[in-house]
């Protein structure tokens, strides 16, 4: 089956309203001493509906490894098919990499056409102008805040000016090995804290750990997050000035997690991506997973694992998550055409964003949730039902250096290095003095 | 520069010669002689240092349009308490200080007992060469991934066995400390080992085999050659050996970095993984640089005791 | 110390060798020598087995805890994805890529290294001193804070995504001057003398004489630079972009990624890579004992 057979063209022709405009300004972005948003040359080409100039070859950059990458690079060769004056070469490194590469290689000119990264990465890169604003694309794709959650829509800006276009949420959800459900007796995922522990203790009863706490980013620190905005706290005050993740609903959050383990319903010491393997082992039971897992589960033919939104432990809804948005990165070729076929690629790939959600994403618009092209991916279902409640990373450049300092403290109370609040506290003053050391840096 | 200063001592001890060179070349030769590297070490080290220095006196990011002049800040920082870094950093030198302090003596001895049974004639004896060396030829991110499936806690083969012989239980082997340093000095041992003892085997080739046959005219022991032919014989190569284990295992980072991930609570975090944090995550060049002209003044005190140290025992 | 000369090539093996005289205790020392290298050979090799095992599982088997040593089911769809032409990781392409660098980069080293080696060893000039201890001195610096700044002579060279990335810049590093520096030092110099009387220039001198002497030392210093280059990680990833360009380790991170990791995959990514390396290694590991006996070791 070729997911990319039907492509979606539903806003295939009302780009070109707003096109005129933007293409001006935004020609002006390549150039290497040009300052981004100035001005200058012309376009070649409307702000991204189309592309009729001579051939060219665009690099798009992305670190899509693993499935993301093979299910992109179907996409990219469906686009070149489609689109024989256009010809996108598609070079995918690990995000760690990525974010060394990509500034070392846009500063010496040789960076990509085009490119992706996450909600949090773009106020960094955008403060160092990597990327440029797009402000235009979106008026030339007709996009408006009304279309997506405020979150990501907002996520793209940086200093009042667009940087982004997303094209998908992807954000935590349950996990549940089935097998081991139908061992304990359990007939539905959980979805608060009293059934969640009831679970638990059925699970135990056959002598089974049901819970893995991660001590790792991936995803112990994701699911803190999401326990932290669940019991009413937030990662930064309201300016993002000051780390808030020791209040009460912090320790709370941590002292959760801790309490799994101590009391037994996860083992210590879980190692890097062990939560995720047992639970396809038939380990572990459950497992606070992204999204982009949904695929490789499917892949099982045994165990069964189910999918479910995160149980509400705390009074309110809270679900970590992130967004996959399109930037342009500063090109020091100056070739406009190239800066229009890009555009195009950019809007080429956003009207084909319920395909893309194949590979186990939630679309960036809400519209889109809602499209029977999506619909008929049940399996993601219960990701997008969250979506009202997933938070997102602030959009302040250098925010990873703080946040850093969160991961370092969930990894010291979870191994059972330190008391959860001691931890919290002492990161969260680091990080705070890391947050005005970068507001001095970047502005 | 002692090791120059033992090189030409030793050498003027074995054969007296004389000290002073002929010239017989030009004025313009040796500088002939010195202009192909010279251009590549002016080129990729000598601009690139004093661009380190340069950065390292700024609050530098390469990317940024403006690169403040902080002075010497960028240093005085790291050594006073309180500061962004000088905790980080630190504790980073001092998990560096454990990994180098263990991983050497191992790294030194093993390869020479392994070079010492390698050497003898005996069936198969390329294959087990091969054997030892093969680890060598993969590289740090496979090996890394490798032992950190064998080595998890709770899922790993490892404990696996260990339950199955009824040894131990789940142990900690990358979330723990001291287990994770064992694992990361186990696994450096495995990938490395062959290498250090293929040095130790020319060495072996190289010592006089009359040495040893006049040792046995003296009834002398298996021990008293090991201790008073063989070692006297390798010293050189020893010196060699250390120096290069030393440096290597002060710029470890791969390792920690995929396997342990600087688990528990960054006590494995590498000086090398907290300056790569810092200079191309955080991007913040100036600090990054500044450390590591501080790791490598280090560095160069430690091998200047090193050779100190070798060179009086080598006298006495 | 030793007082071998370079003629006197390596056919001693016996220095570990028993002494033999009493047939109970070498029976006894044999099988204890035997049942210590079968020891060490099972540590040694249970890994790199295990990576083959786990090459031919299927992503899920390959995290099985249960750590069987027989795949089930086999599965040799990882070697197809990576072999397949047209695959976007051209596992084969790599490995040529790192073996051509690897060798071209080798090559610079020893002509460079060695001229420079012999003016420090043998000239007097001024500045010879401040020179060499200068090019030791860097051997200390961590190659990390040389990152960005050769990121950016690199790329003004025009040599970003190009093998030469790869095989000029290391090229610059000290350790190989500094080796043979060594070496040359404990050369006899009546040789050389002697060829200078017969009017030999330094030039004729260096090639005709030096450099035969030589051939151990650059034999040695040839393994090292190529081994290092061959497992080169941090630089290739920052400097290679295209998936075609990239040498083996490069390549082989991006089957890795922060979310997933696909066991089988980077495995049999592993066992395809090393398997010619250990051929070459069994083929040349005579020469490299040999090589690197009596070189530049002696202090």
Known sequence: MNPLDTPLTRRGFLGTVGALGGALALAACGGKSTPPGTGGATGAAAGGASYSGPAVKLAFWNGWTGADGDFAKQMVDQFNKANPNVQVQMNVYQWADFFQKLPAAVQSGNGPDVSVMHIDDIPTQAAQQVIVPIDEIAKALNLSGSQFAPAVWNGGMYNDKRYGIPIDVHNLGLFYNQDLFDKAGISAPPTNESEYLDALDKLKSKGIQGSWVSPFQFTGGFMFQSLLWQFGGDLYNSDNTQATWDSDAGVKALQWMVDLVNKGYSPKNVGQDADYLALKNSKNAMNWQGIWQVNDVNKLTSPKIGLAPLPKIGSQGGVWGNSHQFVLPRNGSNDSNKQAAARYFIHWFTQHEAEWAQSAKVPAETSLQQSPEFTKLTDLKPFAQEVPDVHFPPAVAGIGDATGKLYDAIQAAVLGKSDPAGALHSSANTATGILSSNKKKYG | MTGTVTAERTQSQATPVRRRPVRGHGVATPYLFLLPYGVLFIGFMVIPAAYGIWISLHDYDYLLPHQPWVGLQNYTDLFKSGTRDSADFWNSMKATGIFTLFSVPFLVVLPLGIALLLNRAFPGRTFFRAVFFTPYVLGVAVVSVLFRFLLDPNIGVVNTYLHHLGVARNIPWTTQLPWAWVSLVGMTVWWTLGFNAIIYLAGLQDIPRELYEAADVDGATNWDKFRHVTLPGLRPVMVFVITLTILASANMFGQALLVTNGAPANQTRTAIMEIGQVGLRQYRQGAAAAMSYILAVVLILISLINFRLLRNRGEA | ?299
């Open chain 3, 1 to 299: 110390m030793s007082t071998a000369t370079s003629d006197e090539l390596a056919a001693n093996t016996g220095s570990g060798r028993p002494a033999a005289n009493h047939p109970g205790a070498w029976a006894a020392r044999r099988t204890g020598f035997w049942v210590l290298i079968g020891l060490l050979t099972v540590i040694f090799v249970a890994p790199l087995l295990w990576m083959l095992v786990t090459s031919f599982k299927t992503p899920n088997a390959a995290t099985n805890p249960d750590g069987s040593w027989i795949p089930h089911p086999f599965d040799g769809s990882s070697y197809r994805n990576l072999l397949s032409l047209g695959s976007a990781t051209p596992v084969l392409r790599w490995f040529f890529n790192s073996l051509a660098a690897g060798l071209a980069n080798t090559a610079l080293i020893l002509i460079v290294d060695s001229l420079a080696a012999y003016a420090l060893a043998r000239m007097e000039f001024v500045g010879r001193r401040a020179i060499f201890a200068t090019v030791v001195g860097t051997i200390f610096l961590p190659g990390f804070m040389f990152l960005v700044p050769n990121f950016l002579i690199v790329s003004k060279l025009g040599w970003l995504d190009s093998l030469w990335a790869i095989i000029v810049p290391s090229a610059g590093g000290a350790f190989g001057v500094f080796f043979l520096r060594q070496f040359f030092s404990t050369l006899p110099r009546e040789l050389e003398e002697a060829a200078i009387i017969d009017g030999a220039n330094q030039w004729e001198v260096f090639t005709r004489v030096v450099l035969p002497l030589a051939r151990p030392a650059l034999a040695t210093l040839a393994v090292l630079s190529f081994l290092t280059n061959w497992n080169d990680f941090l630089w290739p990833v920052f400097v290679l972009f295209s998936s075609s360009n990239l040498t083996l380790p490069a390549g082989l991170s991006t089957l890795q990624s922060a979310a997933t990791t696909n066991y089988s995959l980077i495995m049999a990514g592993a066992v395809i890579a090393s398997v010619p390396a250990i051929i070459l290694f069994v083929i040349a590991q005579r020469q490299i004992i040999e090589g690197i006996s009596r070189s530049g070791l002696k202090g």
